[in-house]
């Protein structure tokens, strides 16, 4: 198995990859592509947790506010609550890749 360290691949190779294995034309596979993305981020911004078999859970969660101290200066600030996307692989995917 080929090692992608620091390698990005970026949507229109994504888009190619799929057009190829699946012989889909490369305009459906972008539309597919681009729907998919639109549903994740409906179901996560509606506070959902989207579960992908064999892949993993994709799901957003709050970080509380905390108080933080600058090494150099000690001053004191509060870095207010966010959220924050996460992702748990599941067992598969973590098994391959501690071949890699």
């Known amino acids: 198995m080929q090692k992608y360290r620091y390698h990005y ?5 994504l888009i190619q990859h799929i057009a190829t ?3 889909m034309t490369k305009t459906l596979t972008e539309e597919l592509l ?3 993305v639109a549903v994740l981020q409906r179901e996560l911004l ?22 933080v101290i600058h090494p150099k200066t000690q ?4 870095v207010p609550e966010k959220m924050q996307l996460t992702f748990k692989a599941t ?4 098994e391959k890749l501690k071949n890699v």
């Open 9 to 13: 691949m970026k949507t229109k190779d």
């Open 21 to 23: 294995s699946t012989s």
């Open 34 to 36: 681009n729907t998919t």
């Open 46 to 67: 509606a506070g959902k947790s989207v579960q992908l078999h064999n892949f993993g859970t994709i799901e957003m969660k709050r970080k509380n506010a905390r108080e």
């Open 75 to 78: 001053e004191r600030t509060v």
């Open 91 to 94: 067992a598969t995917i973590k």
